[in-house]
Each structure stands twice: as C-alpha cells, then as structure tokens.
C-alpha cells in the first residue's frame, strides 16, 4: 500500500483551504476551562505520550465481540479513543468522510468529516474532552468533540509527532524534522521553530514521505517522539539529509516569558534504525530504539549512553509494547505502510514473532519468545500485565477463497501462554492497528476498514 494520501495538486488546494477556513476560527483569547491533557485512555497511534503502547484498564479474562462495522474505505492507523466513549478512526479515501467519530458502545457514528489528512500512519490525538488533534498535509487540525473545526496549525511537512506537554502546550514534529509548540486552545505559535533535520529547501509538504515507513535517509523523522510530559522532553531519531547515519536526539520545551525549545544532547545511531517510534521507560530514565537489523537498544535519557543492545531475529514495523513491570514485548509487521519499491512482502509480512525482553533490570535480556505466533500489528498491553496480539489465524474455511483470517490472543506477559484466543469473524487481510480504551474495549482495525471491538 502506498502513502495514505490523496493527489498531490488536491492535497495542496485542500490544506489551502483548511488554512483559510480553520484561520477564522483562530480564538486569541484563552479560556482555561477548555484545556485539559491527553485523554486517560488509548489517546494516540502508539497509546500515549511516552509510546508505551500500553492501556490504562484491565480486560476481561475472555472478552467477547461487542460489535463491528465496516467504513467502506481502506484503513490505516490505530483507532484512538477519548475516554469519554468515543473511538476516533481515519480511513483513506479519494471523496467521502476519512475521520470517524464512532460510539465505543455499539459503533453507531457520533460523526464523520472529510479532512486533507496525511502521514505513514494516521491516528488523532485526543485530549481529556475528546477535542481532536489530527495530522494534516502541511499542519494539524483541531476538531471538537462534537466534530466542529476548531484551528489549524501549519508546519513544514507532515506531523509525525503531535503530543499534548501539558494542559496549554502540544508538540509538533514533522517528518521533514520541524518542531515547535502550539497553543492547544488557539493553535498559535508557543515557540519559536526548531529544525531537527537542518535546513530542507523544499515547498513540498509531502517530499520524503514515501521513505517514512522504512526510516530510510529520505524521512528524517519518521514516527512520533517519545515524551516524558514531566520534564517535557522529547526523544526522537532524526536522519539529516546528507550524514551518514541517523541520530537519536533529544529536545526539551521550556516554558516562561520567552518559550523556546532546545536541544539536549544527540547521538549517533551507526547501526541505522526503522521507522520504529522510541518508547520511554516509565521512571524516564531509558529510551528504546530498533536498529536497522531489528536489534531492540537502550539508551540513558540522561545524556544518550547506550546501555544494552538486543537481538530479536526480525525487523519490526511496529514499536515493542511497555508492561508495568518493564518488559518489552515486540511489534509486528504490517502492510499498511509502504516500505519502499524494493519491499516484497505480501500480506503476511513475516516473520514477526513475540518476543519479550527484561528491560526493568537494565539487562535487556530474552524472556521468553512465541514463534508459532506471526503478528501483524502494535501489541497493546495492559495496566495488569497482559499483551494483546493481532496474528495471521489459518484459513478459515476449505470453501473460502478470502484467505487467511486474523485472531486475537492475550497473552500473560510473566511467561508468554495464551491466555484466551479470539478468532475475528471475517477478517482478512492486514490490520492497521490494535488498541485498548480505558474501559477494557479492544479496537482492532483491518487495512480493509473494518472495525471490531471486543470488552
């Protein structure tokens, strides 16, 4: 699948447009009522700011099919929730609704909305009133709960990073390496620009695009920073145009009478990396990155010392989940982000096995490993120690020339069983995301458009 992305010429007159209409609704007064931090639930493409890929609920020993619904239109991107009982879900289209607010409790639509989205993989971010933060070609746009256009925000590029600091303050990041903060409420500028990736002299929002997906040079900065929202601290990898290996960097906002962003430190990644996002540990005190073998390491936020590297056997498209314990349980690979002309996997994009490593102890260890296990997506875990998993399931029937069908499993993250498995009814094909809301829903998207929740 190629980038999620409509012609260049509509894309350009569509975010015209966006910056033309949403300006007009720029308010320059603040109102502190209106402001509140992520949403407490799955609020962003890899579940939250530090990119834990972890939930703040529990589930059910074995949950069961609330309901699903097709969107009749491909999907790409996890399905973010605001904690209020609404999930949030974009969909790539060439006319038609591409943002979907749809009810957690039996997928009825609350509302939908054509918007000129753009990214390797689109997700709103969601604040604790369910206001929408949604990557655009060239900006971010605000939308209310209710669905109404509150501001846009432009930025050289499309954002790959758009993370809620704080109640007043959200970071953005393009892929072409610029960040700055914006006003939550009013979309204006809190900070001056920074360019992570140097000086790109190029009017084209959408230029490197396509390479975001591999993490290959042409990207600079390819998925979201990891942010501690305590120091406000992001830590991203960023591969300037011309060096010869990426680097992780790592930037901190800092508030007062002249708010500005600055950067801590940088560090070479001379073993290359992927399109992965970094997690953050949840005592901020270590960073996760996947080299471009695969290889899972550690570096101390401190000052970007490497503490460990890890073998595990594959190269993930997906960011490894955090369990309350430490552990880190592995990504998939997925088709729905393209990986350059020369990817040549199908469907099934393995192998992509479970792996969990020690990272509470600073080891970096193997803990234990699911081969039989082909995931094709983010695992998500959750507040008690478990991982849910999306995998390739046999072909669900010898009558059925649909395919391979997908199931569910959650997993105990102590030694890897199987705890309760899911078959998803007429599923097939890839899966564009997996997330866990802080009611015990599982959202599972297909990269046909399908949505299932289970509680």
């Not at 033309?20 to 890899?46: D, K, N, P, Y």
């Not at 989205?117 to 900006?139: C, E, K, N, S």
């Not at 080299?291 to 101390?300: E, M, N, Q, T, V």
Request: proline share 7%.
């Amino acid at each position: 699948m190629g980038p999620a992305s409509t012609p260049r010429a509509t894309r350009t007159l569509a975010a015209a447009l966006a910056v033309g209409l949403l300006a007009g609704c720029v308010s320059h007064t603040e109102s502190g009522g209106a402001r509140m931090s992520q949403a407490a639930s799955w609020s962003s493409v890899t579940g939250g700011p530090s990119n834990s890929g972890r939930a703040h609920s529990e589930l059910a020993d074995a949950p069961e099919l609330l309901w699903s619904r097709t969107l009749g239109a491909p999907a790409i991107g996890v399905a973010s929730s605001d904690g209020l009982g609404s999930l949030f879900q974009a969909t790539v289209s060439e006319r038609g609704c591409n943002v979907w607010s749809l009810s957690m409790d039996d997928g009825r639509k609350n509302w939908c909305m054509r918007m000129p989205t753009d990214g390797p993989r689109i997700t709103a971010t969601v604040d604790g009133r369910g206001t929408l933060f949604v990557p655009m070609y060239g900006g971010v746009s605000s939308v209310a709960a209710e669905g109404e256009n509150r501001w846009f925000a432009p930025i050289r590029g499309i954002p790959t990073t758009v993370t809620l600091l704080d109640e007043r303050h959200l970071l953005l990041i393009s892929h072409q390496g610029a960040a700055r903060v914006v006003n939550t409420h009013t979309g204006l500028d809190s900070s001056p620009e920074m360019r992570l990736a140097g000086e790109i002299t190029t009017s084209d929002h959408g230029y490197g695009l396509p390479w975001c997906g591999i993490g290959e040079s042409g990207c600079p900065v390819p998925g979201p920073a990891a942010v501690d929202t305590n120091s406000a601290t992001a830590y991203v990898t960023v591969w300037t145009p011309g060096a010869d290996d990426p680097e992780l960097v790592a930037v901190r906002f800092v508030d007062g009478e002249y708010p500005t962003l600055e950067e801590l430190w940088r560090v070479p990644l001379p073993g290359g990396r992927l399109g992965v996002p970094p997690v953050l540990s949840d005592d901020g005190a270590t960073v996760y990155v996947h080299d471009a073998d695969g290889d899972l390491r550690a570096f101390a936020t401190a000052d970007g010392t490497g503490t460990w590297s890890t073998p595990i056997g594959y190269r993930p498209d997906l960011p490894p989940a955090l369990l309350p314990d430490g552990t880190l349980v592995t990504g998939g690979r997925t088709t729905t982000v393209w990986k350059g002309p020369d990817d040549d996997h199908d469907d099934d994009a393995g192998p992509a096995p479970v792996v969990a490593l020690s990272g509470g102890d600073g080891s970096g260890r193997e803990l234990w490993r699911r081969d039989d296990l082909q995931q094709l997506t983010n695992p998500a875990a959750t507040a008690d120690g478990r991982v849910v998993v999306a995998v390739r399931a046999a072909d669900s029937s010898d009558d059925d020339d649909s395919g391979p069908g997908i199931a569910l499993h959650l997993l105990d993250g102590a030694d890897g069983h199987t705890i309760h498995r899911i078959e998803v009814p007429a599923a097939t094909g890839p899966v564009s995301g997996l997330s866990i809301d802080d009611d015990g829903h599982i959202a599972l998207t297909t990269g046909l458009g399908a949505v299932y929740v289970y509680e």
